[in-house]
């Protein structure tokens, strides 16, 4: 009888162990934190510069209508300043806090605009 209790504890503390590495593993494996830049201006972006902290991110010649991921090795909740400009010299400044998924939409007006928790972004 006691030979069954051993394999029981035994069997448990297997069981436990394996569930710990699981949340260990989930825990530290987060999907960083990433932006989405996205050229919707109708003109090349001749200068993209995002800043985060000391990390810093730079772009030239965004094509309209193309989208530039930037990934933040500081993590989620980041904050960060954009800056561009436009083909025609207009610039536009914007600060913002990074989320699981940002996308920022530089529109035909000069503004940008932000769309937060899409997926496929």
Do not use: C, Y
């Not at 051993?6 to 162990?17: A, M, P």
């Not at 494996?29 to 000391?54: C, D, Y």
């Not at 991921?69 to 960060?80: H, I, K, T, Y």
Request: no cysteine; hydrophobic share 50%.
């Amino acid at each position: 009888m006691e030979r069954g209790r051993k394999r029981w504890v035994l069997r448990l503390g297997v069981v436990l162990l394996v569930a710990a590495a699981m949340l260990a593993w989930a825990l530290g494996h987060r999907s960083p934190s990433e932006l989405t830049i996205s050229n919707q201006s109708g003109q090349t972006v001749r200068l993209l510069r995002i800043t985060a902290g000391e990390q810093t991110m730079t772009a030239r010649d965004v094509a309209a209508g193309a989208d530039v991921p930037v990934p933040f090795v500081n993590g989620a909740d980041v904050a960060f300043i954009a800056e561009v400009t436009l083909a025609n010299d207009a610039r536009i400044r914007w600060r913002g806090q990074a989320g699981e998924r940002l996308k920022l939409v530089i529109l035909p007006n000069g503004n940008i605009t932000a769309v937060t928790g899409q997926k496929g972004m």
